[in-house]
């Protein structure tokens, strides 16, 4: 259910009370007691990278709201998680937001990318073609002389 709010209903609040309950569950069953933290990192995690996804620039009152934190732990989270998953994000500390690197490229880049290879790509298919042409003439030169040689 906590899946099902945050990547299909894109339902955050939903998404919090299911964690809540997924918490609750964890910390009273004797065999999985032990990974409730872990659980409840991974989920932060979670819905950080899916609200992200959606949202440009979040508020840091709002993003702790959303991972069930103070302002000042989400923002301690926020750069710990930046640092050590190399995101592409950057803490606007006057307007107390994160700020979500985009990656928008120049159709002239996208076209450029996609292109990049392409005379290696077609010198390699040239060659290869050649190869089987050449082939192609030394078997029909064995056939020949094959015939030849039982006349």
């Known amino acids: 259910e906590f899946v099902d709010c945050l990547c299909v209903k894109f339902d955050f609040d939903g998404a919090q009370e299911k964690l809540a309950e ?4 964890l910390e009273t069953d004797f065999f999985l007691c032990k990974q409730t933290a872990l659980f409840v990192e991974e989920a932060r995690v979670f819905v950080f990278e899916n609200y992200c996804r959606i949202h440009n620039k979040v508020d840091l009152m709002t993003l702790g709201q959303k991972l069930a934190m103070d302002e000042q732990a989400a923002e301690r989270w926020i750069v710990d998680l930046i640092r050590n998953a190399n995101l592409d ?9 994160v700020v979500m690197g985009t990656d928008v490229r120049s159709t002239y880049e996208r076209v450029i990318d996609k292109t990049r290879d392409l005379n290696v790509r077609s010198g390699t298919l040239v ?14 030169a064995r056939r020949a002389r094959a015939a030849l040689e039982e006349e």
């Not at 060659?127 to 029909?140: A, C, I, P, W, Y």
């Open 89 to 97: 994000a950057k803490i606007d500390t006057e307007e107390r937001c």
């Open 127 to 140: 060659q290869n073609m050649t190869n089987v042409l050449n082939e192609s003439r030394k078997e029909k």
């Open 22 to 25: 997924c918490r609750h569950l």
